[in-house]
């Protein structure tokens, strides 16, 4: 008899990783998949490296304790500031985020691309990393949206508030010439359509779930030598309130479904 499949496990602060959720479901459409928004402690961008990667470990512990043979850091924030110690505490495939700055670097004719990201992110040496890698092709423009992921969480993606603090953090980069802008948040991909009103059909908006869920199916395909088999389910989780999180699932990821709350750390 063969052993039951083991889920993937997924975590972001909140409702972001759902934009990465659906690039995995996409790309592998067996597996069983668990997701966990750390709700109560939403949101980690302006938190300290300290405090997030102690969340990520918690984080970890309870998807690992639910047998997920996979982890999916869905939030460039956390995988800044944790990555590394994921991978030395877990010995299984951990597949981070960080912001799309080499596709945008390749893809922008004006030779100037605006990444939008936490300040965690954009304060983290991991992205000072990227930076001076691709950095050198391009001008970067950095932009941290203070108060972004707070309007998202409160599944207002396109009201007066949150087009007003977008178009704030994005004019001056269209202002500066930036023809290619990164979401370097897992939470912004959701803003797309808005974004799009705002820049303009000539403005190239990059971010990175497809490549993370691509990442993820090569890495379960060198390790995973029992994949899971027919249609995969989905478990969600959350450390907050379990009824936010459930009103935006129709929303933002396409069906409702149950949350069950659940504590770490
Ligand atoms: N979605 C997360 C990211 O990709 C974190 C946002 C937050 O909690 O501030 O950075």
Not at 46 to 74: G, T, Y
């Amino acid at each position: 008899m063969s052993s039951p499949a083991r889920p993937i496990g997924v975590f972001d602060s909140g409702v972001g990783g759902l934009s990465v959720l659906c690039h995995i479901r996409a790309a592998l459409p067996a597996e069983d998949l668990l997701y966990a928004a750390d709700a109560a402690h939403a949101p980690y961008g302006a938190k300290s490296p300290q405090f997030i990667e102690a969340r990520a470990l918690a984080l970890a512990e309870f998807l690992v304790a639910h047998d997920a043979k996979a982890l999916v850091v869905a939030c460039n924030t956390a995988t800044a500031a944790a990555i590394v110690r994921l991978r030395e505490r877990f010995g299984l495939p951990i597949v981070g985020m960080e912001p799309a700055v080499k596709p945008a670097v390749e893809a922008t004719r004006a030779g100037v691309i605006g990444v939008l990201a936490t300040s965690g992110t954009i304060e983290s040496g991991k992205f000072a990393e990227l930076v001076r890698r691709f950095g050198s092709q391009a001008r970067v423009i950095v932009q941290p949206c203070p108060g972004l992921v707070e309007r998202i969480e409160a599944g207002d993606l396109e009201g007066p508030l949150t087009r007003g603090l977008l178009d704030g953090f994005v004019a001056p980069l269209l202002a500066q010439g930036a023809d290619t802008l990164v979401l370097g948040c897992t939470h912004y991909p959701f803003l797309t359509p808005l974004l799009r009103e705002l820049a303009g059909p000539s403005v190239e908006i990059v971010e990175s779930g497809a490549a993370v869920a691509r990442q993820l199916a090569r890495r379960l395909a060198e390790t995973d030598f029992s994949p899971a088999q027919g249609a995969g389910g989905e478990r969600f989780f959350s450390s907050g309130d379990p009824a936010l999180l459930a009103a935006l699932l129709p929303r933002l990821w396409g069906a409702a479904a149950p949350v069950e709350r659940f504590s770490a750390g």
